[in-house]
């Protein structure tokens, strides 16, 4: 079992910043992959950052050039969020996959097993 606790959300105006962390603890031996997702209520879970295979990031193409990942499993996950616009507003997820490292689907909610509670997001005009 991983568990996953996410913090640093908040209320923010457009254009300003966030920083979300996720604290990591459990079973960390098999090296899951981790992510970050975000829903709206009424909306698919959306896929919004994490790592290939290689370590290099990967963005939805919605937070590109404004989000940042970084982290792993033993210091934290981390996603910083700039210039954050309205449309940003939601929940955000921290992930775990229970199969170590992930070849592909790196940003398919079902490929991840494990799931924090969740940290509201809300960016205001």
């Known amino acids: 079992q991983v568990q996953l606790v996410e913090s640093g959300g908040g209320s923010v105006q457009a254009g300003g910043s966030l920083r979300l962390s996720c604290a990591v603890s459990g079973d960390i031996s098999n090296d899951p992959h981790l992510a970050w997702f975000r829903q709206v209520p009424g909306k698919e879970r959306e896929g919004v950052a994490s790592f290939d295979l290689f370590g290099r990031t990967i963005y939805a193409d919605s937070v590109k050039g404004r989000f940042t990942i970084s982290g792993d499993e033993k210091s934290g996950l981390y996603l910083q969020m700039d210039s954050l616009q309205r449309e940003d507003t939601a929940v955000y997820y921290c992930?775990?996959?229970?199969?170590?490292?992930?070849?592909?689907?790196?940003?398919?909610?079902?490929?991840?097993?494990?799931w924090g509670q969740g940290t509201q997001v809300t960016v205001s005009s």
């Open positions: 992930a775990a996959s229970s199969v170590g490292q992930l070849v592909s689907g790196h940003l398919n909610p079902s490929r991840y097993a494990y």
